[in-house]
């Protein structure tokens, strides 16, 4: 690796001073429209010379301004033990030990705009842009480093800062108003592009982004799991399954480019939502006496949920089972789930599979399911052929829960616009 030098530096530090207003660290602030510092940061290639754009990391822009980053949660870092260490703890109900070797997605777009509660009834409306962050950047959500904030959702949770500002650059170069005032606040995630700034992909990661740029994938899934339930455990182990290969290494590439608006933010409680389907009040409302940091977080389960209600329980049974054996190792892709249909689910073989559980699965979603393998998609319309009209196999139904899984904050939901053919 090597650190950037002359014009690569001019060049980051000249983005960032026209995009994203990043600025020292400097406890009293910055002035609106103030000069720019970050640090810039390593420029990997890949071991066939692949590289993207330098990025220079921003630091604190101090008192009144808003420090953006982006975390995967712990469980990114971590994966999903199993068994789960406490009834508490996430983790796929049909007793699949996950961890993640990558997990990258490409940020841009992110947007603050006036009067947040602008209808009650949908979060898609607000008032005035008044501040945009141009990337893109490109991020590894699986990697963690000791430079990094702490993340929105505690425990061992860390979050890489990507971008700041301290201005509303869209409207006037006015400072941000620090009395209460909340703005909407939004972020894109978008198809993988060589225009992307390296927040800190590693040379393997660069290997993989290459070919998310090949194949259009806005976030992809590259990691292994590995079936730990307890044969002892009733249901947990069936017919079927004892044919399935016991780890399976996957690649899950979507291409679901998507929008996040006018988020709601955790950090907002305990103020009541406008509306009572919410779940907290929405924007962001900026500090006199320090910086406030906007986190971009993206789920990790979403992609395994067996319905399309928010918080479903996760499984990995259905991958496992269209699992591709190669000598002694076992690989799926989210194409080897194309053609399967996601209310009769399939194996390989053509056999039906069954729910299974090797711990109970919560049921705050919805009840405990039984039988053969039916995803849920809650009127979400089907199609036979036309993507934009509904859901055609079980590669959209993936698909269309993963492209929920953008939050502000933790577990901030964001009203969510598809930016690919998917119903809405």
């Not at 033990?81 to 993640?100: L, Q, R, T």
């Not at 909340?182 to 290459?210: C, H, K, M, P, W």
């Not at 949920?305 to 089972?321: C, E, K, R, T």
Request: with cysteine; aromatic share 8%; charged share 20%.
């Amino acid at each position: 690796m090597n650190l950037l030098h002359g014009d690569a530096v001019v060049r980051a530090s000249l983005i960032l001073t026209l995009l994203t207003g990043c600025s020292a660290s400097d406890s009293h602030g910055q002035a609106p429209g103030a000069a720019i510092e970050c640090v810039p940061a390593a420029t990997p290639t890949s071991a066939t010379g692949y590289a993207l754009q330098p990025f220079c990391a921003p630091k604190d822009p101090g008192k009144g301004n808003v420090w953006f980053a982006a975390s995967g949660e712990v469980l990114a870092l971590t994966g999903y033990a199993f068994p789960p260490a406490s009834d508490a703890d996430a983790a796929f109900v049909d007793g699949w030990e996950v961890h993640f070797d990558r997990l990258l997605t490409t940020i841009d777009a992110i947007t603050l705009s006036e009067n947040p509660d602008q209808q009650k009834g949908t979060q898609l409306g607000t008032g005035k842009l008044v501040a945009r962050v141009n990337g893109p950047w490109a991020v590894d959500l699986s990697r963690s480093d000791a430079s990094y904030l702490m993340g929105k959702g505690g425990g061992n949770e860390l979050a890489v800062p990507i971008a700041a500002l301290n201005n509303q650059n869209q409207n006037g170069g006015n400072a941000f108003a620090t009395d209460g005032t909340r703005y909407a606040f939004g972020f894109d995630l978008i198809t993988a592009n060589d225009s992307a700034q390296n927040v800190n992909l590693d040379a393997d990661a660069l290997a993989d982004y290459e070919e998310m740029t090949q194949n259009g994938c806005a976030v992809l899934y590259v990691g292994s799991a590995s079936f730990k339930g307890d044969p002892e455990v009733d249901g947990c182990v069936t017919e079927a399954s004892r044919a399935w290969p016991k780890t399976v290494n996957f690649r899950l590439c979507f291409k679901s480019p998507a929008s996040y608006l006018n988020c709601q933010n955790p950090d907002n409680d305990p103020a009541e939502p406008i509306s009572g389907s919410e779940d907290h009040q929405r924007g962001i409302a900026f500090l006199s006496n320090s910086s406030v940091i906007a986190q971009v977080t993206v789920h990790t389960d979403h992609p395994f949920w067996d319905s399309v209600l928010h918080g479903s329980p996760a499984h990995f049974d259905q991958y496992a089972a269209r699992a591709i054996r190669a000598g002694d190792s076992a690989l799926v892709t989210l194409e080897d789930t194309q053609g399967v249909d996601y209310t009769a689910y399939t194996d390989t073989r053509g056999e039906p599979v069954e729910w299974r559980y090797c711990i109970e699965p919560p049921t705050d979603v919805h009840p405990k399911l039984a039988g053969a393998m039916r995803f849920d998609p809650h009127g979400v319309p089907a199609s036979d052929n036309d993507a934009a009209e509904g859901l055609r196999d079980y590669a959209d139904f993936a698909t269309y829960n993963q492209s929920t899984q953008g939050h502000l904050n933790s577990d901030g939901l964001c009203y969510v616009k598809r930016n690919y053919a998917s119903p809405n």
